[in-house]
């Protein structure tokens, strides 16, 4: 009780001293001064801690499982093992708000550390912008879902967590994925910071780089785990949907991608300074949409938090605040930053960012449109439609073959003008993609024409990612998160093209056969676990060559709250997946079994990692130029 | 893309406009969308496919089959409920519907949704059996034909299966005022 | 050279997961890839085939029932939507209410693809 009197009391001290860094900063503009006055660099300091104290706080509580704070009433349960307990704290509205915050903070505190070296005035407005961010979230966390609420008479017992949520990789999902989407706002507020102060150059780009990288690396590893936690706890052997929420997380992946090529073009060539601008923005505000989207319940989707209409309208509110100033901010100071009327020549790589931004423009509008559409229809003339993969496919297969294939040829490109001579080289990759695809073709048996050709041209891009390994200038951080872009594309198309799966309702001690494989449900047991208990099936798989593999898929009913879940059973090889799953049919001896084959599954995961560790050598690397 | 983004002072103006109308236009209807009912179920159209499907089920208490078209004759009006025995509102709703079998000009028709033939006539032995014909839904198909969602749920229907009423979920005392209303002309 | 070699290898190991799969030709079920299309109503945004409500339970069975009675995909979808509306299925559909789905993307890429072209077009004049 007296330790949720002082979270809240903390929260609001943070409240204060970011007004107080908000209005010295304000103050210090106006001074003369060559450096920051103090106060700005202790108030941010004590901000920060306070929001620490505040998350501490509240970690406690959730690990002594004390149930007259209500967010821990609400999510979490004395039975709950440990992990689980402190990973409740970011699995409900409050608490996730509350890390937020905290990455917030932080991040505030790592730029005013970091830019030492930035002009003055940068910095300042730099802060300035990024401080009406953190009040607005202070202000939204204190005011609509304060983490520290508390119960009186104390109950014996929580709520507990959903099950589903209980997951490993579900459980760090959503730090990581805040670091990411957080990021952004760094990105943002700088973006405003230089525009005002007419540093919209290189040395801007320059800095901006690390803070895109981070948030771009965060943000991968993210919906990797996210994906990740559908695969194994969802249980149908989906990883991506193009459910709203998962689109949610991939528009500011994709506008981001964009400002990480474009803002390399102004590093290197002092190009597209508007457009980095307005894509640093737009970064930021699919983040905040994103928020809003998710958090209001607007959307029907399996990940929706609580519903709740005046937080709702709070953050749509605080949205089209933050963008009416940077849309005002732009079109005022838009003439300070002047653009450079180079020539940009078709054979540079001026132009293969062009065409990397404008295919990642399209990408975000097709999956921006596909997901707000619904909403806007549904207000205007009161229709529900669903837009769900059929869309997608179509409007996002066709498109990727020419942008696989300008994305083979881009990276090899020079700033200013690239000297194209015929080599002899260009005809062995044509042989060798025109063979490999053949061979795919003819393994994986597929006439449809469109995926032939698609099959073809990211056959090209990974052959050619291959081999720029071994080219003379090629930047490797860069290079390996194509290699792995491209393999997760083939990894992807592969395992839709070849996945099978066989449903059946069988008795114990039954089998059915699967192609080459005979599978046999030998015996269920069932045990009591200390927050669920399960049903456990034992399932065999024989194959040709009589080697037995052993499944056992699980159904978990859990006690708190009552919520039965299936547990897969994955067998995961290098080449492929078993997934088998099972099912209660309800008053009947028989269960529903679901046995899927899933090639390439673990090579979706791998190369991700892929995509990330380019990502990371980037962060890390000395060498400045990243792209 | 830069070049088209800088503007003269007036198309400045223009433009600052047409964005900014746009912007409070995705306001109002966020806004709006905020405080709808997330809940879906669809309009009944007044005019068109307001017509329940015939078909044909067999009998709870006999095993002979019967076709709905047959049954709805017998009555102005039906009232078609499909439930459960491991329904959970379906026991609460159990008495509303024994109230409403005192109208001469209703019959209550019921629909068993995917239960076991014992629990079922258990169900209506214990709580009250407020149907004139009970049906069995088996696998549940039927009910997908007549397009429900799942128990319980409730259609009001005319000697022509027309639909006068639909309610997805339990019926309450609101409903029934609605029912007796239409009945009543 | 090193580079022909590693084409050389990229060719071996297509050969080499190519193998492990020709045994496994890939077939589809008709009833699976409808029950992926079409949304379960009564569950938060699920599929009828991630579904295991009694809802989906029971529209698969009459999936099942529908392709045997002979009736074509499109068909299904359509009774479907007939008796529940657009919202079931996952496929928006090319219709008056739609179009501007479909169009706004599409008008996007176009766009891009002008100013691009014009960026460079102009700056080739100065």
Not at chain 1, 72 to 85: C, E, G, L
Not at chain 1, 579 to 604: A, S
Not at chain 2, 144 to 171: H, M, Q, S
Request: with cysteine; proline share 3%; net charge positive.
């Amino acid at each position: 009780m007296i330790i949720s009197n002082i979270g809240f009391s903390s929260l609001f001290l943070g409240l204060i001293s970011s007004l107080v860094v908000f209005s010295c900063s304000v103050a210090n503009v106006k001074k003369n001064s060559l450096s920051l006055s103090k106060i700005i660099y202790q108030f941010l300091t004590t901000q920060f801690f306070f929001v620490i104290i505040g998350f501490f706080i509240l970690l406690y509580s959730f690990i002594i499982s004390d149930f007259s704070n209500e967010t821990v009433y609400n999510n979490s349960h004395s039975t709950k093992p440990i992990f689980y307990k402190i990973t409740g704290l970011w699995g409900n509205h409050e608490g996730s708000l509350l890390l937020w915050l905290l990455v917030l903070t932080s991040f505030v505190l790592f730029f005013f550390i970091d830019s030492k070296n930035e002009p003055k005035k940068f910095r300042l407005y730099t802060i300035i912008f990024h401080q009406i961010i953190v009040i607005g979230f202070f202000i939204f966390i204190l005011k609509t879902s304060n983490p520290f609420d508390t119960l009186y008479p104390i109950p014996q017992e929580g709520l507990g967590l959903n099950p589903i949520l209980q997951d490993p990789a579900l459980a760090i999902h959503p730090p990581i994925l805040y670091v990411g989407y957080v990021g952004t706002s760094i990105i943002f507020a700088s973006a405003l910071g230089a525009m005002v102060t007419g540093y919209v150059n290189k040395f801007w780009a320059k800095n901006l780089k690390k803070w895109i990288l981070i948030s771009w690396t965060f943000l991968t590893g993210g919906i990797l785990l996210g994906s990740i936690w559908a695969y194994y706890e969802l249980g149908w052997g989906g990883f991506w949907f193009w459910d709203p929420v998962e689109n949610i997380s991939l528009m500011p992946w994709l506008s981001l991608t964009a400002l990480l090529h474009c803002v390399s073009t102004l590093e290197k060539r002092d190009l597209l300074k508007n457009w980095s601008i307005i894509l640093s923005i737009v970064t930021f505000m699919l983040s905040v949409t994103g928020t809003f989207l998710v958090r209001s319940g607007i959307l029907n989707s399996v990940h929706t938090f609580a519903n709740d209409p005046t937080r709702g309208i709070y953050i749509l509110i605080f949205l089209f605040v933050l963008i009416f100033i940077s849309f005002v901010i732009f079109f005022i100071f838009e003439s300070k930053n002047l653009e450079n009327k180079k020539e940009i020549f078709f054979l540079s790589k001026e132009t293969s960012v062009l065409i990397n931004n404008w295919f990642m423009m399209y990408f975000l509008s097709v999956v921006l449109i596909g997901t707000v559409y619904p909403i806007f229809l549904d207000v205007i003339t009161s229709e529900k439609i669903s837009v769900g993969p059929p869309f997608y496919n179509k409007l996002l297969i066709p498109f990727l073959i020419p942008f696989f294939l300008f994305m083979s040829v881009g990276p090899s490109m020079s700033w200013i003008k690239t000297n194209f001579r015929f080599k002899i080289a260009f005809i062995y990759y044509f042989l060798t993609t025109f063979t490999a695809t053949i061979l795919t073709i003819y393994y994986l048996s597929e006439k449809d024409l469109l995926l032939i050709i698609l099959i073809f041209s990211l056959v090209f891009l990974f052959i050619k990612t291959v081999t720029n390994f071994f080219e003379k200038n090629t930047n490797y951080a860069q290079n390996l998160s194509h290699l792995g872009f491209a393999m997760l594309m083939l990894s992807i198309l592969f395992n839709s093209i070849s996945s099978t799966e066989i449903i059946k309702n069988i008795k114990v001690g039954e089998s059915f056969n699967s192609k080459n494989e005979r599978i046999t449900f030998k015996k269920i047991i069932t045990e009591e676990e200390k927050n669920y208990s399960s049903i456990i099936g034992f399932f065999e798989i024989k194959n040709d060559e009589n080697k037995t593999i052993k499944l056992n898929p699980e159904i978990r009913i859990y006690n708190q709250p009552v919520i039965a879940t299936s547990e897969a059973a994955i067998k995961t090889t290098f080449f492929k997946d078993r997934f088998i799953t099972i099912n209660l049919i309800k008053d009947e001896q028989l269960f529903n079994v679901r046995y899927q084959n899933k090639p390439f599954m673990i090579w979706i995961w791998i190369s991700t990692m892929v995509i990330i560790f380019g990502g990371t050598i980037a962060i890390f690397s000395k060498k400045k130029n990243y792209i | 893309m830069e070049e088209l983004l800088q503007f003269s002072a007036k198309k400045k103006i223009t433009f600052s406009f047409l964005i900014f109308a746009f912007l409070i236009f995705c306001f109002l209807i966020l806004n709006k969308a905020l405080n709808e009912d997330k809940i879906y179920s669809p309009k009944l159209e007044k005019n068109k496919n307001s017509y329940l499907p015939d078909f044909n089920l067999p009998q709870l208490f006999s095993p002979d089959q019967v076709l709905l078209s047959e049954i709805v004759k017998q009555k102005d009006f039906s009232l078609v409920n499909i439930w459960a025995s491991w329904c959970i509102p379906c026991r609460e709703e159990n008495d509303l519907l024994k109230s409403l079998s005192n109208i001469n000009s209703l019959q209550n028709i019921g629909i068993n949704y995917k239960d076991k033939k014992k629990n079922s006539i258990k169900f209506l032995q214990d709580y009250g059996n407020p149907f004139n014909h009970n049906l069995v839904d088996y696998n549940g198909t039927e009910s997908i034909n007549l397009g429900a969602y799942g128990v319980p749920e409730t259609f009001l229907i005319n000697k022509n299966r027309k639909i006068l009423l639909k309610i997805i979920g339990p019926i309450n005392n609101n409903h029934i005022k609605q029912i007796t209303k239409i009945i009543n002309g | 050279m090193a580079k022909k070699k590693i084409l050389i290898l990229i060719l071996l190991l297509i050969n080499i997961f190519g193998n492990c799969y020709s045994e496994n030709k890939p077939y589809s079920k008709l009833e699976n890839d409808i029950s992926k299309n079409l949304r379960c109503l009564i569950c938060q945004g699920q599929s009828i085939y991630d579904s295991n409500s009694e809802f989906a339970l029971s529209m698969r069975v009459y999936i099942r029932d529908q392709i045997d009675s002979g009736y074509s995909e499109s068909q299904i979808y359509n009774m479907l939507v007939k008796k529940y509306g657009q919202w079931i299925v996952y496929d928006p559909g090319y219709s008056k209410k739609t179009f501007l789905l479909w169009f706004i993307p599409l008008l996007f890429f176009l766009l891009g693809g002008a100013i691009i072209y014009l960026r460079i077009y102009k700056s080739r004049k100065l």
